[in-house]
């Protein structure tokens, strides 16, 4: 079980090739290397190499790489909380104001739509 206030990273490199099914061609495009669990970067792309030692024995240079926080289910169920509880008092206050474009509930009404 994951702790909640580890947070997801996905790592990716530049690196390498990969190889298309048609021909025996290589293409230069971004390599994933895996994803791991940390309190913050440097910790998550310690337990990468930890949890996957091919990375570095095939030679990528772990500082090479690019690290993204993905957005886990955890902090999506968070988010549509916060959204729940502000969605109709803000629908209220934005019909009172005319449906101002700028209004924080067109905002509030984008996040539903991705989340």
């Known amino acids: 079980m994951v702790n909640k206030v580890m947070k997801e990273y996905i790592f990716y490199t530049t690196e390498g090739f990969t190889y298309p099914p048609i021909n025996e061609t290589s293409v ?3 390599q994933v290397l895996g994803r791991s669990f940390g309190k913050n970067i440097k910790e998550a792309r310690h337990n990468l190499i930890k949890e996957n030692p091919w990375i570095v024995e095939c030679g990528f240079d772990i500082n090479k790489t690019i690290a993204k926080q993905l ?10 909380t916060i959204l ?9 206050h934005f019909l009172e104001m005319e449906k101002p474009n700028d ?4 905002v509030l009404r984008r996040l539903k739509k991705v989340i």
């Open 71 to 80: 957005m886990t289910e955890d902090i999506k169920q968070d988010i549509n």
């Open 103 to 106: 209004h924080i509930y067109c």
């Open 84 to 92: 729940e509880y502000l969605m109709k008092d803000e629908y209220t």
């Open 28 to 30: 230069e495009n971004y």
